[in-house]
């Protein structure tokens, strides 16, 4: 969380009309048969990433090693975030899964000597494989920022995946980009806006 709160304040120099959408949305033709095999979930840290001219208005003396670790520890904090969400979801809506605690996760991708910056790069289904759960949900965001596109849209764009395990196949991809619609927004704001939205868009159904 402080990772993100710590980049926040840059944002007060933009202020956008609000402006949430959820698109490019897929869902696999075999999507029902697979979900309906889900039976534990488990959520990977997120790939954050912040463009170049983000980062240039707002170093303050970082070094690209600087931001390489606020991208890693942001990610983390979306992924206990996304748990959280996703959990409370399931239990709410009586979904028939169980999510993975993100720290179970977490060992075991350590254990296994896997690099949090290496996630993007591997099989996904291997890794679902490997966490022993029946499918894992990938997300990437992305500050898109520039002075220079003033009017433009400015903020976070954040993509959920839903992989599953047996198949390696995605099944569900849905994003979401949250623009800058006041002086207090921080990039950790936006990104948790999208991925409530995105949860909100999983396919699960209610146990009958």
Same mark, same amino acid.
């Given at each position: ?20 959408? =959820?698109?490019?949305? $897929?869902?696999? *033709? ?5 979900? *309906? ?8 840290? $997120?790939?954050?990433? $912040? ?86 949900? #990938?997300? *990437?965001? *992305? ?14 764009? =954040? ?12 099944? #569900?991809?849905?994003?979401? $980009? ?31």
């Amino acid at each position: 969380m402080k990772a993100f709160l710590k980049l926040g304040i840059v944002l007060g120099l933009v202020i956008n009309v609000l402006a949430c959408k =959820t698109n490019q949305s $897929f869902l696999a *033709e075999n999507a029902n048969s697979a979900l *309906e095999m889900h039976k534990r979930i488990a959520i990977l840290p $997120f790939k954050v990433s $912040f463009n170049e001219e983000y980062k240039a208005i707002s170093r303050g003396g970082r070094g690209q090693s600087n931001w390489q670790e606020q991208e890693r520890v942001a990610g983390l904090d979306l992924q206990k975030t996304t748990f959280n969400m996703l959990a409370r979801r399931a239990e709410k809506k009586r979904l028939d899964f169980t999510v993975q605690d993100f720290l179970t996760t977490n060992k075991t991708l350590q254990s296994e000597n896997i690099r949090f910056s290496e996630l993007k790069s591997i099989d996904k289904g291997k890794l679902a494989r490997l966490l022993g759960v029946d499918a894992v949900i #990938w997300g *990437e965001t *992305e500050m898109q920022f520039s002075m220079r596109n003033f009017a433009g849209r400015n903020g976070m764009n =954040t993509q959920l995946q839903l992989i599953d395990a047996d198949s390696g196949v995605l099944v #569900w991809q849905n994003q979401s $980009f949250q623009d800058i619609s006041n002086r207090m927004d921080s990039p950790q704001d936006l990104a948790v806006r999208a991925v409530q939205n995105l949860i909100g868009a999983l396919p699960y159904k209610a146990r009958k």
